[in-house]
């Protein structure tokens, strides 16, 4: 039996200028599609970390969690079972350094996928 590839992520929401809630999406540039922060755990983190961690290096956002929201299952492309909890945040503080280095991340992956 295949383990489960357990995720986390957060749905991160602002009043925005013009009084209307906002929320974060982040572009992937591997599959030009725009998703929710989200990502596979670390050895040894929780899901709460996961996705505070994820939010801060995908979004450069350091957030806090208002409730748990709802589980998703599903199979991944190659097949795999895959569940990812999210949380409804909101932002607290901008981690700057984060977003940079995560860009860059992306960056390298994307380089790597092409060639």
């Known amino acids: 039996m295949t383990d489960v590839i ?27 599609d725009w998703t929710f922060p989200k990502g596979k755990l670390e050895p040894g983190e929780d ?3 996961a996705a505070i961690r994820e939010i801060e290096e995908e979004a450069g956002l350091r957030c806090e969690i ?6 998703t299952r599903y199979r991944d492309s190659s097949g795999r079972p895959k569940t990812v909890r999210y949380w409804l945040m909101v932002p607290v503080a901008a981690c700057v350094a984060s977003a940079l280095g995560a860009r860059a991340r992306s ?9």
């Open 47 to 49: 899901e709460v970390d």
């Open 6 to 32: 357990r995720a986390a992520g957060g749905i991160v929401r602002r009043l925005g200028e013009a009084g209307l809630e906002e929320v974060l999406l982040v572009h992937r540039p591997a599959y030009d």
């Open 107 to 115: 960056r390298r992956r994307t380089r790597r996928r092409l060639t």
């Open 66 to 71: 208002e409730r748990e929201l709802a589980t």
